[in-house]
């Protein structure tokens, strides 16, 4: 029962990750809409958005959108292992942010 409550707490009802365990940060991340997780499927959308209305490359989705997932990735296959270390978690919060920041530069750089 503990569990399924952690479970909920961390996917719907929190607002950020402070106080969680190792276990919910990472669900937080990957399930909550607040999570780094949204935040990169949200950036990945406005690159798509941009390249299909021509004010982007196509070579944009490439490099920032949704085909460039290797952190991503690296932040879901925590999600398989038994556990998670608050580096590992941290590693890959942090690289889907930088892509997320790089997504963001290109765009303000195609906007002018």
Request: proline letters at 1%; a neutral charge.
């Amino acid at each position: 029962m503990a569990k399924q409550v952690s479970f909920i707490v961390a996917t719907e009802l929190a607002k950020d990750d402070s106080g969680m365990t190792i276990r919910d940060s990472l669900l937080f991340h990957c399930f909550n809409p607040l999570g780094i997780y949204a935040a990169k499927k949200f950036s990945d959308a406005k690159i798509s958005a941009r390249v299909s209305t021509g004010r982007m490359e196509s070579g944009a989705i490439l490099a920032y959108g949704s085909m460039h997932y290797d952190h991503t990735n690296r932040l879901l296959s925590l999600l398989e292992t038994d556990r998670v270390s608050r580096i590992d978690l941290a590693c890959a919060i942090d690289g889907v942010q930088l892509d997320i920041d790089l997504a963001t530069r290109a765009m303000q750089k195609a906007s002018k």
